[in-house]
Structures are given as C-alpha cells and as structure tokens.
C-alpha cells in the first residue's frame, strides 16, 4: 500500500497522472461471463511519450490479476501498489505502475467484479424477450474506472479498439462501429478511431435486433421494442440534416440509437456512434423525442468538445440544452422549442430555491467546485438550464446569426478538444464579445449563485391556457364535463338556419405531453382527492407516458392520495430513470407512514435498479 495519491491538478475526480503520461490508444480484449456477471480480459495501454517513472491509473471494484510491460507477446511483468480507497469510496483507487522511462506499452490483466457499479447484468426472465440475459454500461460521470482500469479523466481523449468474446447468441455493441447481425461465433471486433474521453466508453451485450432509419442510422432493440422504436424515431434522419446545417458536419460517421433495458438510469446517454435511449421514451406518439435531439447535439458539445472536468459540466449540457431546442425548432417549431424551454425554467426556479436553502448553495454556479464530492452533484438543471438560458440570452443579445457563426466556429476550433470555462470565456471576448462591441455580464452567469436579472423568459402561449384550464380546476370547475353549447345549421332547401344544441367536452388529444405536464404542475394542493381521482377517470394520467405519470403520481403523493398506490408500486418497480423515481421516493418519505411503504417497495424494486438509481435513493432512507 502506498500513502493517499493526490488527486490530477486539472482533474479534482481522477487520480492518473495524465500531466506526465497518457493513454494514446487503448486495446481490450474481454471474456463476458453471464454465470459469473464477471468480465475478464486486459486492457492495453498505449501510452504517450514519457519520461514518467510511474504511470497512475484509476480503479473501482475490479481485481488486477497482473500487470505487464511491452507489445503483446514480448511482455514483462511490472510492479504496482494500489492505493487507500477514499473515505466514502466515490473515487476509487489508484492504479500506481512502476514502469522504466520511456514505457509504451502497459497492460492491465483484471476481473470485474459485483462492485463494478458501471455494468448492469439482467437475468434472461427480466429481459423485454424473456429468452437471454442481457449487460450494459453506464460510465459517465466516472463510472468507466469500474470495469476498465484506465485514466478516468475527460481532459484526456484516446482511441480505442475492443474484441468481446460473449455467448453464442447474443449480439454485442459499444460506442463505435457496431455490426448489424449477430455474430456466429461470439466474437465481436470494434474500432473507436477518433480520440474520445473515458465516460464515453460503452457496452451493451443481449439479443438485440437491428433495423435501419436511413444510411446513416437506425435502431437496435431487443426484438419486441424494435418496431415500436423504429417508428417513435423516425425523424433521426432530419434531426441529423438540421443539427449539419446548424453547426457543421456530424463528425462520427454513423449515429444508431439502441432502446436500452427499462432499468436505464437516464433518459438518454451520448454514447459516441450508439446513443443509449430508456425505453420510457418510446411513448407511442413522438412525444418525448426531444430526448433524441438531445443526445444527437452531445455529438458536438460534449463528444467533439469536451469538459475538462466535471466542474464544467454545463459546457457539455448546458450547450446541449440550447442546441437541443434549436433541433427541435427546426423539426416541430418554435411553439414547441418555447414550450420546452418554459418547462425546463420552472424546473430551473425550483432547483435554485432548494439549492439556496441547502449545505451548498454554491451549486447554482455555472463553474463549479465539486472537489471532494460526488461529481454526480453537479447534475442538476444549472447546467442544463441555466446553462442554456446564458446562452439564449446571449443570442437575444447578439442576434441569432452573429450567434450561429459564434457556436460553429467554437465546435470547429475545439474539436477533438477539452474545454474549461476560462477559456471559452476568453474564447466568448475574442471572437464574438469584443469585435461586435458588445457587454455581457459573462462573469455574473459564470461565477455568481442565481439566475442573473437580464436571463430571457421565453413563454409559450399554448401553456398559458393549460394554467388558465389548471386555475378553472383549482376553482372546483371540472374542465372535462360535458357542455352543452349552440351551431347554426343550414336548413334543407331552404335558405334558412336553425339553431342545433350540441354537447361538448375537452378531447386530451387536442394537447401535447408538455401541455398537460403544465397543467398538472399547476393545480393546487388544495383541490380534495376526489376530485383528483375524477380527473384520472377521464384523463388517465396514471396511465399516460412516464413523464405525466411521473406528473401525476408526485402531486398525489404531495396530497396523500393513497388510491393511487398499486399503480404507483408498479411504476416504481418497473422504471428505472432517475429523474422520476427518486423524487417520487423523496415525496414519499416525507410523510412517516408513507416512508414505511416506499421502503418495502425500494427493497422489492432494488434488485433491478442500477447502481446509479440505487444508490442515490438509498441516500434517501438513511
Ligand atoms: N449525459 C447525460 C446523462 C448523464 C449526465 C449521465 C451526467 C451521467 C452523468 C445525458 O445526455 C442527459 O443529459 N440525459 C438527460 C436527457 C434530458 C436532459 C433530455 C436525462 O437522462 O434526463
Ligand atoms: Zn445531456
């Protein structure tokens, strides 16, 4: 054991020493183990040139059989130390290598184990096919150190190429050039050849089908979802053509989608080449697909220009956001764009007024200070939202073109790059502040809590009327009755009219997702449970797509309407995305006797969580 590593200067979350030597080029070559849930294999480090006596990798769970030096075949084994794991274990350990000067080459042998918190392994019976077991990866934020030792880091990018040896049967993806068919003998090949960060490394391995949108992408599922899939994403191929003209050539080559297992803890993850997408997205009608547009805008801000730690995570996300909207614009119009983005500034006001009341109100930052903590704190909407206000109201201010221009010329001069703060900032002054003349308050939207006083509002009117329908609701009217109302028809030949009575009632098709999300969130606590229970009666909001469920079951939580539980327990059982089940726990646990049945359904639900959705509503009960 050595004494505690330091932390990378740049990098307060990884512990390689990337300032003195970096991985070029990684190679895997991985056994996927279903029996066992264990990986094992090597991982080939190409490193840059080094004068460096120690080369420090970052670890978290796996076991390191040995480690060598030198091109396969001509190795040498080396010494290593691995370090004290830190006081809450969020960072792992380090990797130390002893390696002479002028060291290329450095493999890792090792196993992963059920610490390995990236990897979900799903038994075959809780597949959507039932028939084979399934795996995937989560790495971001820094996740990949679980299953690959490798300097965890995103002011690092290398290549990479893998050789997956899985069950005959099941197919294998990652994030690179993925094959369409299964393969015959279970061996996979995949090539990564442009530079990325370690969080974007990605696996997935299970009975997964293919099927293709256009050239350049599809979607693969497992087979029951496929179609279903096929269809809600149909527009992939536009969103790709709007996102070019926007911000120049889509630099990956291919973009598929895959509807990963219900267990996936976000909505979407950027995977390079492979999108990871919740099946809770497949919603029938296109509704949630903004979530697509968003993880195809990661392809600029984020994969081909990247945070250098996680304290700039709002570069990544908060770029996303904005471009996000304008794809969405692009497809669907700026009634929608504006309606998301109303949305998500509500979300905004409510994060900062529980941020401001908590033990970090220096959260609401935009450049972050995450040292010591989880970097997963710095996932809030600040980043998403703030994020993307700084710039919308940068746009407002500098005129869409000028803005347009600006954000091109960023993804064309940091490409294959990191980014921090500081230097998109002196980037900001250099090429669009400073020759247009033009004051900002960067330095307040950067550095100060709050959201700053010139922040646009974008409003939308089509919510509006769903507040309007939302306050008739708080006033006792039943917005869904029947009424009786008047036409003028034409009398048969005559030139004459009559007066006709008709009975009319409010059709939920007639609003989108977002529209009735407004509604719900703006009715009042005080509105009696039977009420509320009339309403689901005509609008089957508990039965909706996710999002209004999620809606739905969080303001009956709020008024302790326990009529809902049953279906409350099987949302909570079957999805696993952060964003609704934790907060439905936190509601829960709120009111004592709740509490005691949202910790039966935790433990009943757990075992099917991934360790992200886990472990943070585990926090929830200590
Ligand atoms: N890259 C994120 C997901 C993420 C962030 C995972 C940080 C781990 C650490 C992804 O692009 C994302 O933002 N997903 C959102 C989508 C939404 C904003 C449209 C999600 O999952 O809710
Ligand atoms: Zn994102």
């Not at 972050?368 to 970097?375: A, C, I």
Request: net charge neutral.
């Amino acid at each position: 054991m050595t004494e505690s590593i330091n932390v990378s200067v740049q990098d307060p979350h990884s512990y390689s020493n990337i300032n003195e030597i970096r991985t070029k080029h990684l190679s895997l070559d991985l056994e996927i183990n279903f029996e066992n849930k264990t990986m094992y294999g090597v991982a080939r480090h190409q490193m840059s040139d080094s004068k460096a006596n120690t080369a420090i990798f970052d670890i978290n769970g796996q076991v390191i059989q040995k480690i060598t030096i030198g091109k396969k075949g001509a190795e040498k084994e080396a010494d290593f130390v691995i370090g004290k794991i830190d006081s809450d274990s969020i960072l792992g350990q380090p990797l130390v290598v002893s390696i002479p000067r002028g060291t290329k080459y450095i493999n890792i042998y090792y196993q992963t184990t059920d610490r390995c918190d990236a990897l979900e392994w799903i038994e075959a019976e809780n597949t959507a096919s039932g028939k084979y077991p399934y795996l995937y990866s989560q790495g971001q934020a820094i996740l990949t150190r679980t299953w690959i030792p490798l300097q965890d880091s995103p002011s690092n990018r290398f290549t990479y190429d893998a050789t997956l040896h899985v069950p005959k049967g099941l197919m294998a993806l990652m994030s690179a050039e993925n094959p369409k068919y299964k393969s015959p003998k279970g061996i996979y090949h995949f090539e990564m050849n442009l530079p990325i960060p370690s969080y974007l490394i990605a696996i997935t391995v299970g009975d997964i089908s293919y099927k293709a949108l256009d050239k350049q992408c599809g979607v693969y599922a497992e087979s029951p979802m496929l179609n279903r899939a096929v269809k809600e994403f149909q527009d992939l191929p536009r969103m790709i053509d709007a996102a070019e003209m926007l911000y120049g050539p889509y630099a990956w080559g291919r973009y598929d989608v895959i509807v990963q297992h219900k267990s996936f803890p976000f909505g979407g993850m950027e995977n390079p080449m492979l999108t990871f997408i919740n099946p809770s997205i497949v919603a029938g009608d296109g509704s949630l697909v903004s979530v697509i547009a968003h993880e195809l805008a990661h392809s600029w801000s984020g994969n081909l220009v990247t945070n250098e730690s996680w304290n700039d995570f709002w570069l990544n996300e908060g770029f996303t956001v904005y471009i996000e909207h304008r794809i969405m614009e692009e497809l669907y119009g700026k009634e929608l764009s504006n309606t998301l983005c109303e949305i998500e500034h509500y979300e905004l006001v409510q994060e900062l007024k529980s941020i401001a009341s908590s033990s970090h109100p220096e959260d609401s930052r935009l450049y972050l200070s995450l040292k010591g903590r989880n970097p997963d704190d710095g996932m809030t909407s600040v980043a998403y939202v703030k994020g993307a206000y700084f710039l919308k109201t940068l746009e407002a201010t500098v005129g869409r073109k000028k803005m347009d221009g600006f954000v091109k010329d960023y993804f064309q001069y940091y490409k294959f790059k990191t980014i921090r703060t500081e230097i998109f900032h002196t980037f900001l002054n250099k090429k669009l502040l400073y020759p247009n003349n033009i004051e900002f308050n960067t330095d307040e939207w950067f550095y100060l809590e709050g959201l700053p006083l010139n922040s646009i509002a974008i409003k939308s009117k089509r919510l509006e009327l769903m507040r309007d329908y939302a306050d008739q609701t708080n006033r006792g009217d039943d917005i869904f009755a029947q009424v009786e109302r008047y036409r003028w028809v034409k009398i048969k030949g005559k030139n004459k009219k009559r007066k006709e009575s008709y009975m009319e009632q409010l059709d939920i098709k007639n609003f989108n997702t977002q529209e009735w999300q407004t509604y719900i969130r703006n009715l009042s606590l005080r509105i009696d449970t039977t009420h509320l229970d009339q309403i689901d009666q005509y609008a089957h909001f508990s039965e909706a797509n996710d999002e209004l469920k999620f809606e739905w079951f969080l303001l009956n939580i709020k008024k302790e309407n326990r009529s809902i539980r049953s279906k409350l327990r099987v949302f909570l059982i079957e999805t696993g995305r952060r964003k609704y089940i934790l907060p439905l726990y936190r509601a829960l646990c709120l009111n004592s006797k709740d509490k005691v049945w949202a910790k039966q359904v935790f433990n009943e639900a757990k075992g099917g969580y991934h360790s992200v959705s886990r472990n943070s509503i585990s926090a929830v009960f200590d």
